[in-house]
């Protein structure tokens, strides 16, 4: 295939879907990722898309949602590595809450033979993989059905949330960066995504590498909010992925990264069975991310002795002061 061919193909992909892998791209049309950077950058620099972490975006900054057909067809492998990994983090008898999304849809199939799993969803794709999983009860938000995605989104949707407690969150996006969080291109959509986080004690996001660095326009999930990203190997030659991991992770976010190992199993037959956990391999953090109540009660501890000091003070001065 000539660069002329390649290059109008790779902007077809992009127009399509509004942000592809240099992985998916160099699938497709059938040439080393190291070619298809090049053709990134020349179309750069006419103007056409913009470079994103390990892969390529409409121009302006911010991309826009594509459908679930286009999304469906993308990352299959890295969907099916983090599916795979996620699902260890699901113990029997949790209640839980999964968004919408092609990534949380693969979760959904992996959970199917938990025991006593409560699944509460907005999603009717993760309805669906769960419709027939007989130990796992399954919730579903009122709502506005939204085609494109197949989720149920508006005010009826986050009413239904309300008072609800949960142990997890599982949720996924258009974009994540250590600056904003988890971001996604609707207004409806992230509106239910906030709902589904206040309901959980712990938020764990689903993204595959190729939204790191990606900012949309709609945060769903700060920084700060986000105990865990369930994420794919990054290419070795991806710098600035790594970069941004490592500033997550330093944002006190625990980082889950299904390598290929992970990829290779279940999850190539359709798999609906939970991976085993030494699959993952966790980033190191560079320290706790919130004050352990140990701690709090040490600085009570330190500040009472303070006081107790400063009060003896007082009192020796004042008799000093009598004398």
Known sequence: MFAAERRQLILEMVRANGAVSLRELARVVQTSEVTVRRDVRALEAEGLLDRRHGGAVLPGGFTRESGFPQKSHLATAEK????????????EGEAIVVGAGTTTQELARRLARVPGLTVVTNSLLVAQALAHANRVEVVMTGGTLRGSNYALVGSGAEQSLQGLRVSKAFLSGSGLTAERGLSTSNMLSASVDRALVQAAAEVVVLADHSKLGTDTMFQTVPT??????????????????????????????????????AAGGSGASGGDSVPARQQRRDVPLPGPRRQVPGAAAGLRSAAAMAEQNAGAERARVADLRRR
């Open 80 to 91: 099916t590595a983090i599916a795979d990994l996620a699902a260890g983090f699901v113990e």
């Open 224 to 261: 700060d909010v986000i105990t865990r990203l369930v994420t794919d190997e990054p290419p070795g030659h991806d710098d600035r992925c790594a970069t941004e991991l490592q500033a997550l992770a330093d944002q006190g976010v625990q980082i889950a990264v299904a390598g290929a190992g």
